[in-house]
């Protein structure tokens, strides 16, 4: 009866994952993560570019905005080719320091390669931890934990269905019906399928790069033209060569 081990090894697994989950809403619950705005919080003040973006996109999209802010100004040269050159050589914020940076001393680097570096740098990180304190982004440190946490639950429910159908066609069941097999697996399955359901529902705003509070301010910022490339990403890009810039793959 070899299917009772690897039920056994798909129910601990299943059960691991879930409560994995559960310490992740139970962190997720603490006050001091709480995200919904209470009743006569100041409203927030309007969005800039970079924090809508933030809001909308993480840490990616303030790249993509920053780079497409800084070549409509003549500050930066985005070719059809995917490659980046720098025009100033002296910042006008704490962003386009971060830019000037990533491409150092030639200044010329692949688009691809510039953005990563600008996504993943120190200006971009506060301009987050600014928005957490703000109650506008969901704090990284709930944000991860979340995203860690259902990611482990998704797979664990894939392997629980797959050594559920091994079990039943591959292995002996000594004595058992198959129907009985597959109720036994039936369990640990309902457990993860069941979990993740209900976090769908409970912990969906965890997962997103905004609060409850912050998606609000966004729908506000939706109405203005000039953060269109914030909200909505590459697609909201008019001139082609940007766009091309952006999407073109190139090797280093």
Excluded: K, N
Excluded at 122 to 135: F, K, N, S, V, Y
Excluded at 178 to 183: C, I, K
């Amino acid at each position: 009866m070899l299917w009772i081990p690897v039920l056994l090894l798909a129910a601990t697994a299943s059960v691991v994952a879930c409560a994995r989950l559960f310490r992740a809403a139970v962190r997720a619950a603490d006050p001091r993560f709480r995200l919904t705005a209470g009743r006569g919080d100041p409203a927030a003040r309007p969005l800039g570019l970079a924090e809508t973006a933030f809001l909308v996109g993480g840490p990616a999209r303030v790249a993509e905005v920053t780079l497409v802010a800084m070549a409509r100004r003549g500050r930066l040269l985005l070719a059809h080719t995917g490659w980046a050159t720098a025009v100033a050589d002296r910042p006008a914020d704490a962003l386009e320091g971060a830019v000037l940076d990533a491409l150092g001393p030639g200044l010329q680097l692949p688009v691809a390669e510039l953005r990563a570096e600008v996504a993943a740098s120190a200006e971009i990180r506060a301009l987050g931890e600014r928005l957490g304190a703000a109650r506008l982004a969901v704090p990284t440190e709930i944000r991860s934990l979340v995203a860690g946490a259902l990611r482990q639950l998704r797979r664990t429910v894939l392997g629980v269905a797959a050594a559920g159908l091994v079990s039943l066609l591959l292995l002996p069941h000594g004595g058992h019906s198959a129907a009985e097999v597959a109720g036994w697996f039936g369990l640990p399955l309902l457990l993860g399928a069941g979990s993740l359901v209900i976090a769908r529902v409970d912990l969906a705003p965890y997962g997103r790069w905004a609060t409850p509070l912050g998606a609000e301010a966004v729908r506000g910022a939706e109405r203005h033209e000039a953060l269109a490339l914030a909200v909505h990403g590459v697609r909201a890009v008019h001139e082609p060569q940007f766009r091309a810039a952006l999407t073109v793959r190139t090797a280093a």
